[in-house]
């Protein structure tokens, strides 16, 4: 777990402490996307109502790892949320974007 990921993992907790998520765990599936092609979410989320979420967290996007997380988002059930940094110049904390 990189740093950034490592404070997520630490704003999940918060998450789950408030009642707001049930569980998640990190690195904990691998999905298959095409013979020999694989894509394993960050954090795999369960929300307070069942609802399962996979988390992509980006300081930065490379285009091969935005494809194969939209190409997951077709094929998966999960809801897929792309999580990124905001600077503490502009607030801090995180952005997401849900993937569809």
């Known amino acids: 777990m990189n740093g950034t990921e490592a404070r997520y993992a630490t704003y999940l907790e918060e998450r789950k402490a408030s ?5 998640f765990a990190f690195e904990a599936v ?3 996307l095409a ?3 694989f894509y394993t979410p960050d954090f795999l989320v369960m929300l307070d ?3 399962l979420e996979a988390h992509e967290v980006k300081g930065f996007w490379q285009d091969d790892a935005r494809v194969k ?3 997951a988002a077709e094929i998966y059930p999960f809801r897929f ?3 990124t940094v905001v600077p503490k110049k502009d607030g801090g904390g995180w952005k997401t974007e ?3």
């Open 98 to 100: 849900v993937l569809t």
């Open 49 to 51: 109502d069942g609802t």
């Open 35 to 37: 013979p020999l092609t």
């Open 69 to 71: 997380i939209k190409v």
């Open 30 to 32: 691998k999905l298959r």
């Open 81 to 83: 949320i792309v999580v």
């Open 19 to 23: 009642g707001e998520i049930n569980w």
